[in-house]
T-cell receptor, first 116, second 114 residues
């Protein structure tokens, strides 16, 4: 199947700093990227959806100025957590799909963020 | 937001049992349907696509019922390694915006017991 590479897989950062997470599609065009957050023992929560070359659409309650999403190319999207706080500690997962009605989404390996 | 509903479980079944999950969706115009599997602390992985004609892959069978707006996943002869959370995914096309929306159910947790 198609591969989506996400890194870093783990990151520990200090409160107040920013962290950038990258998500790359390796063998297909990621027309649409989805960013999710998952807290322990909870389900995936969609944070935002971005189409290549357009501004991301954020879900209600997700601060767009805090979670900056860039999707400037068909193979790369980044999520930057700005001014991180301990409550931002979570598992962040990207998902990418190409266009088409029957096209499935492929997931990155996830990034476990710990803010200390 | 359109809804995709799943029974969260947990479903605790003995090895060798047959277990079935359902997932209902609210948007009758939904285009595509998939089942994903997520292991603890890992990313979801595609298990299988779901078509109107049904889809079978070994011990796994997926069905789509458009009239009643649900999809199902049947696992026969359950193995310990089947223990995971199973997520249904519905893809809808926003014809006005020309974009696609991916909606996940919250997942059904399966534990296969020795």
């Amino acid at each position: 199947g198609a591969v989506v590479s996400q890194h870093p897989s783990r990151v520990i950062c200090k409160s107040g700093t920013s962290v950038k997470i990258e998500c790359r599609s390796l063998d297909f065009q990621a027309t649409t990227m989805f960013w999710y957050r998952q807290f322990p023992k909870q389900s995936l929560m969609l944070m935002a959806t971005s189409n290549e070359g357009s501004k991301a659409t954020y879900e209600q309650g997700v601060e767009k100025d805090k979670f900056l999403i860039n999707h400037a190319s068909l193979t790369l999207s980044t999520l930057t957590v700005t001014s991180a706080h301990p409550e931002d500690s979570s598992f962040y997962i990207c998902s990418a799909r190409d266009t088409g009605d029957r096209t499935e989404a492929f997931f990155g390996q996830g990034t476990r963020l710990t803010v200390v | 937001r359109k809804e995709v509903e799943q029974d969260p479980g947990p479903f605790n079944v003995p090895e060798g049992a047959t277990v079935a999950f359902n997932c209902t969706y609210s948007n009758s115009a939904s285009q595509s349907f998939f089942w994903y599997r997520q292991d603890c602390r890992k990313e979801p992985k595609l298990l299988m696509s779901v078509y109107s004609s049904g889809n079978e892959d070994g011990r796994f069978t997926a069905q789509l019922n458009r009239a009643s707006q649900y999809i199902s996943l049947l696992i026969r002869d359950s193995k310990l390694s089947d223990s995971a959370t199973y997520l249904c995914v519905v893809i809808e096309r926003d014809s006005g915006a020309g974009s696609y929306q991916l909606t996940f159910g919250k997942g059904t947790k399966l534990s296969v017991i020795p």
